[in-house]
């Protein structure tokens, strides 16, 4: 890309270049004598002579005219074909960064949600852990000690049915947690699509480069 900019730095820098070329230069106050009036002059007497500026101007003015207007025609047709490639190429180049932006911000906030879910998961995963444990130590104190039965067994019920709870809500994590792995293939899928088309774009502005330095060359040769 840096390249490219260049390039179009390069070609604006040639026709500002020509464009003070072709600007008429300032008259010079004071001339050297024309050779007829200096013929009869000595070496040891001659002298600078003063012509009028309005003389000195209009003679520089027809010279670079003359001279000049070759260039003058290049230098109106050299903007009508590198401009049209280089306006293309900036509008390729702006729709190259959207696409790149909008892709960033569709993974951000795909990887931001699915880690929500990750630790939600996680969080109820340790609290079954937790209530197991308590589970397990519920059925030892069962077995030492026959006569608190009753209460026990309420003390377990109690807990397998806050297993269950917790149970159905792990499954509706898992569920969660399958249907974002399924959006996050489709995610995938999208973001290849859109990279297929950044590459259409790539290929697009390599292929105005080639015509941007074709015109360049050919601008190098006319001048020459």
């Known amino acids: 890309m840096s390249k490219f900019l260049d390039q179009i730095k390069q070609v604006e820098a040639e026709r500002e270049?020509?464009?003070?070329?072709?600007?008429?230069?300032?008259?010079?106050?004071?001339?050297r004598a024309p050779q007829e009036n200096n013929a009869a002059l000595t070496p040891d007497s001659q002298t600078l002579t003063q012509e009028s500026p309005t003389v000195i101007a209009?003679?520089?003015?027809?010279?670079?005219?003359?001279?000049?207007?070759?260039?003058?025609?290049?230098?109106?047709?050299?903007?009508?074909?590198?401009?049209?490639?280089?306006?293309?190429?900036?509008?390729?180049?702006?729709?190259?960064?959207?696409?790149?932006?909008?892709?960033?911000?569709?993974?951000?906030?795909?990887?931001?949600?699915?880690?929500?879910?990750?630790?939600?998961?996680?969080?109820?995963?340790?609290?079954?852990?937790n209530l197991e444990k308590d589970m397990s130590r519920v059925k030892t104190t069962l077995l030492e000690d026959e006569d608190k039965t009753s209460g026990i067994e309420l003390k377990v019920q109690t807990l397998n049915s806050e297993i269950d709870k917790l149970s159905q809500v792990a499954n509706g994590m898992a569920t969660q947690i399958s249907a974002l792995e399924s959006a996050k293939d489709n995610q995938q899928t999208t973001i290849e699509?859109?990279?297929?088309?950044?590459d259409g774009f790539m290929n697009k502005i390599a292929a105005l480069q080639a015509g941007l330095e074709s015109l360049k060359e050919t601008n190098n040769k006319k001048g020459q």
């Open 17 to 31: 270049r020509k464009r003070l070329k072709n600007k008429p230069p300032q008259p010079a106050p004071v001339t």
């Open 58 to 129: 209009k003679n520089a003015a027809s010279t670079n005219n003359d001279t000049a207007r070759p260039e003058k025609e290049q230098s109106n047709i050299t903007p009508a074909l590198t401009k049209a490639p280089a306006r293309q190429a900036v509008g390729f180049m702006v729709g190259l960064i959207g696409l790149s932006l909008c892709l960033a911000a569709l993974a951000a906030v795909f990887y931001q949600e699915h880690a929500k879910l990750i630790t939600t998961a996680k969080a109820y995963s340790i609290a079954i852990e």
């Open 193 to 198: 699509a859109l990279l297929k088309e950044k």
